[in-house]
Every structure is written in C-alpha cells, then in structure tokens.
C-alpha cells in the first residue's frame, strides 16, 4: 500500500523558514517524480512543485520561485520542501503526491503551514 | 500560470448526471492529453478520479468519464450518489514540466 505522511508543518513569522518533509513507502520511490501541492484556507488547490526521480530537473509555479526549494533523498524515501522568505500567503496545507502520467495518482494528508506574526 | 476556469458549484438529484466544465487555453488544455481530476473531501486526501482526460485509475466506479474538446476538458458523474458531494478539480500539464489546477467545483446532491 502506498503511503506518503508529510511533517514539519507549524507556526511561523512572515520573512521565516520551514522544511516540510514527506515519508513514502510501498512503492519503489526512485522512479517517480514527486510533486507537492498546496490549498490555501478557504481556496483551491495549487501546484508548487515537482521533482524528477534522480533530483536532476525541479520546477516551481512562478509565486514560490527563488523562496522554495524542493529536494529528495532517494536512499532515505523521502521528499522535502525548504520554504524560505515565507508570506502570508504561503499559509496553506501542504500535500506531497506522487505523479503517474502526469497526475498525481497518491497524496499524502497534508501538513499545515501557517505564517503569521 | 492562471488557473483554470471551473463553476464554482454544480449540483443535480441522486440518479442524475452532471457533468463539470474546465476551461483552460491554448497553452495547457487545448496543448496536450494530460488533464487528469480529482475528487476533494474537506480534510482528506485529494483522490485521483481520471487522469489523461479520459483514463480512469482501477478502483473508481465507472459512473466517472472524462473528456476534452478544444480548450475545455469536461468530468461527467453520471447515476449520482449522495457519496459524490465534494469538490471537484481539475489539472492539466502546461509544459516545461508545470502544472495547472482549476478553480474547483462544489458538487452538491439535491
């Protein structure tokens, strides 16, 4: 069975930093890219990230570019999203997914990010 | 990277069908066969209901079809249940490896 359980969420103050972490299990996690996913309160959901199975291509939606960095760590199964210059805005649940032909077959429940002073 | 364009809320009785528009442009929807759909309960997990416009994952009932035509992917719930209340999304792949998510739709059962 396929899990993914993402951690590091929290409080934390505009301008400051939080790396989420996902743990995955049941699948041979090194074959697949890996996305995370965002929905802000109240919003829909949002794309903010994804990687290629060897951590060689990474890509961002334009309002993360330069503050996110997204990581893997294939020996240790696990998935990990360092946010930096964090904003209001950034407050959402974050979800780690894993991508299939381009949809994100399996997700994780979510961690929730709140920024805030 | 503008959102796709969804109805905000969509509702139809038990039995009936309904069917969700995802409007997007020439850049991502109209480009490519990679939308897929998800089905949103408040406080779980998205789960995947139909991935390259009309595929679905094993395990999701076949009263889910997908479609696309021009700009604008379409996920039809037919024989609605009372289970199918959620929000709906779509996404589609808007090249360079990026990604774009719709609006959402709320599903309401009469």
């Known amino acids: 069975e396929v899990q993914l359980v993402e951690s590091g969420g929290g409080l934390v103050q505009p301008g400051g930093s939080l790396r989420l972490s996902c743990a995955a299990s049941g699948f041979t996690f090194s074959s697949y890219w890996m996305n995370w996913v965002r929905q802000a309160p109240g919003k829909g959901l949002e794309w903010v990230a994804n990687i290629k199975q060897d951590g060689s291509e990474k890509y961002y939606v334009d309002s993360v570019k330069g503050r996110f960095t997204i990581s893997r760590d294939n020996a240790k199964n696990s998935l990990f999203l360092q946010m930096n210059s964090l904003r209001a805005e950034d407050t959402a649940v974050y979800y780690c997914?894993?991508?299939?032909?381009?949809?994100?077959?399996?997700w994780g429940q979510g961690t929730l990010v709140t920024v805030s002073s | 990277q503008s959102a796709l364009t969804q109805p905000a809320s969509v509702s139809g009785s038990p039995g009936q069908s309904i069917t969700i528009s995802c409007t997007g442009t020439s850049s991502d929807v109209g480009s490519y066969n990679l939308v897929s759909w998800y089905q949103h309960h408040p406080g779980k997990a998205p789960k995947l209901m139909i991935y390259?416009?009309?595929k679905r994952p094993s395990g999701v009932s076949n009263r889910f079809s997908g479609s696309k035509s021009g700009n604008t992917a379409s996920l039809t719930i037919s024989g609605l249940q009372a289970e199918d209340e959620a929000d709906y999304y779509c996404?589609?792949?808007?090249?360079?490896?990026?990604?774009?998510f719709g609006t959402g739709t709320k599903v309401t059962v009469l």
């Open positions: 996404c589609s792949y808007a090249g360079s490896s990026t990604y774009v």
């Open positions: 390259e416009v009309s």
């Open positions: 997914a894993r991508e299939y032909r381009a949809a994100n077959r399996d």
